[in-house]
């Protein structure tokens, strides 16, 4: 099947993912080809790991796993600690690597991937005991009286983390992070397309100290996740919603539990008041960052009717300017290449869909590239789109910005909320009390004012999405609570040879309590 058969396929759902990809889509399951999107030449050619490998890989985990737990807080810390200085003194080695299988400029890798790596092995060394620590419980129910009531938190055991290829060290790499932190052991299945900044990062952590076994990294395909989903204690996933709702389903069959991260089809929203020079450059700016290849960028926006002609003006202007290209070197380019030769598809596809029902392509509007040349899909800027259009309805992740005129705020909270997605958005106003209201009408997880997508660096701020867009957070206390089981404790130490409510029964007793319950409840007061 052509690439271009096998998107349409993969659209209309009769092909889910690379599971049931049909024999001879992929050519060889037993190796990897990585090749750099930007040039179109081979980078390394890896051996996989194949859905059979996964249960010893998992049972070498599980027994690696309580020697890794028993080192506490502190010793996991300390090979985390030393795993940030690694990042750091390796910017470089990271960097060539991502962009060499990303295709992505080396702003992107540095300064978003880089950074938030160094920055997350020092986050969850430092958070983890806070986080993690037992919790202490009080109860307002006299029946537990003098009881010492707490909540502990104990790693789950074996994480399986599968990852996309859009940011392989944060995406991929970046939830093995607080998963080791809190004591768990983790096999990685990086997407096929992205596989060396995960191996990369397993070498870090040998260097580093983590013991054997502790993080295993399994390249593969689609039915290797799906057998890792089988194995593990707890799934982590980022990617399509579509391959999300698979292993939530197969993961259901051991009732083991995931946390989804999915697509999204991110609103902006542009009041008539707002600074549209900072808009328009926040507006092309994340829409086309990392290629547009980011689950929360800004994917549409809305227009206030008085400053749509205004802010579309210098959205036009600033897009034109946009450099794209092999990103050679810091500074070469600003928007690199597609990573993922399918997604090239879906993004032509979305544009030609939007001129056929009548939109205007203002910029761009073209795939670019061939045979040995890489695959580029240019900065575009559409106009006079609207909701029969599938760049306004569906996950494009590409460089592409459609702006739709609204004529007030209702309409636009109206559109933002018309989406099976619910992952970020962003509203832009000066009038920061009004903006901060339209935010807290929009149904996402996480909503920017003034600002997008830098949410996510405040590794505190939990982030996750609503409707199909995830389940479960990363990020902030529950982002690292998920990796482990809770313990409720109650603990009695004084206590009569014989309480109130046991047997036998008496009558006495009995409306003793009940008027106590009344005396309690009766007026609908103590809860
Ligand atoms: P997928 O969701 O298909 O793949 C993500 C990961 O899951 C990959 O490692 C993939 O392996 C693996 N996988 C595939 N099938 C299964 C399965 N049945 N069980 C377990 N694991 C499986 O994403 P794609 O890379 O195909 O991208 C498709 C779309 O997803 C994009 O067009 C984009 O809209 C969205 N996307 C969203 C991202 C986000 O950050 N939320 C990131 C990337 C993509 P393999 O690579 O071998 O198929």
């Known amino acids: ?71 506490g807080f502190q010793g996991r810390g300390r090979v985390l600690k030393r795993a ?34 160094a920055n997350a092995f020092g986050f969850w060394a430092g958070h983890a005991p806070k986080y993690l620590a037992d919790e202490k419980v009080r109860s307002s129910n006299v029946f537990v009286a003098g009881r010492r009531l707490s909540v502990s938190y104990r790693p789950l055991g074996v994480i399986g983390i599968i990852g996309p290829w859009n940011y392989p060290l944060v995406n991929s790499f970046g939830d093995a992070i607080p998963a080791l932190a809190a004591g768990n052991a983790v096999v990685l299945k990086p997407s096929e397309v992205t596989p060396l900044t995960s191996l990369l990062m397993a070498e870090c952590m040998r260097e580093c100290g983590l013991p ?51 697509g999204g089809k991110d609103p902006m929203i542009v009041l008539s ?45 600033k897009a034109r300017k946009l450099r794209q ?62 909701h029969t259009m599938r760049a306004m309805t569906e996950e494009t992740f590409g460089p592409t910005l459609p702006i739709m005129r609204v004529t007030d705020t209702e309409e636009a909270i109206r559109l933002a909320n018309d989406s099976p997605f619910g992952l970020a958005a962003s509203v832009w106003g000066k009038d920061v009390a009004r903006a901060e209201s339209v935010a807290r009408r929009v149904e996402a997880g996480a909503v920017c004012v003034n600002d997008a997508q830098l949410n996510y660096l405040a590794l505190e701020l939990p982030m996750g999405g609503w409707k199909t867009s995830g389940m479960g957070v990363r990020h902030g206390a529950q982002g690292i609570r998920k990796y482990t089981r809770q313990q409720s404790l109650l603990v009695t130490r004084f206590a009569p040879k014989r309480d109130v409510h046991m047997f036998p029964y008496r009558k006495t007793t009995t409306r003793a309590l009940g008027g106590l319950v009344r005396l309690l409840y009766g007026r609908g007061r103590r809860t």
């Open 84 to 117: 940030q200085k690694w990042v750091v003194d390796h910017a470089s080695r990271i960097v060539e690597t991502i962009v060499s299988e990303t295709g992505k400029t080396h702003e992107d890798a540095h300064v978003i991937e880089v950074a938030y790596a």
């Open 212 to 262: 054997e076994d502790v993080l295993q990294i399994a390249p593969g395909y689609g039915e290797t996740g799906a057998a890792l989903v089988d194995e593990v204690d707890m799934v982590m996933f980022t990617g399509s919603t579509r391959t999300g709702k698979k292993i939530a389903e197969r993961a259901a069959r051991t009732l083991t539990p995931v946390s989804l991260e999915l």
């Open 1 to 71: 099947m052509a690439t271009t058969e096998r998107t349409e396929a993969a659209l209309r759902g009769d092909m889910a993912s690379s599971e049931d990809a049909p024999a001879g889509a992929v050519p060889d399951r037993g190796t990897i080809r990585v090749e750099n999107p930007a040039t179109g030449q081979p980078v390394r050619t890896i051996d996989t790991i194949g859905p059979d490998a996964i249960p010893a890989m998992v049972a070498r985990a599980r027994a690696a796993q309580p020697g890794w737990e028993a080192l």
């Open 325 to 386: 290209g092999n990103p050679t070197g810091p500074g070469a380019v600003d928007v690199g290449a597609v990573t993922f030769a399918p997604q090239l598809d879906i993004v032509s596809g979305h544009v030609d869909d939007a001129r056929e029902h009548g939109a205007k392509v203002l910029v761009g509007g073209h795939a670019r590239g061939g045979e040995g040349q890489g695959r580029y899909y240019e900065p575009t800027v559409l106009v006079d789109v609207d």
């Open 273 to 317: 008041d707002a600074d549209l020079e900072r808009a328009a450059n926040a507006a092309v700016y994340y829409s086309m960052q990392n290629g547009g290849q980011t689950c929360i960028s800004v994917e549409r926006v809305y227009v206030e009717a008085p400053v749509y002609d205004e802010f579309v003006a210098k959205v036009q202007e």
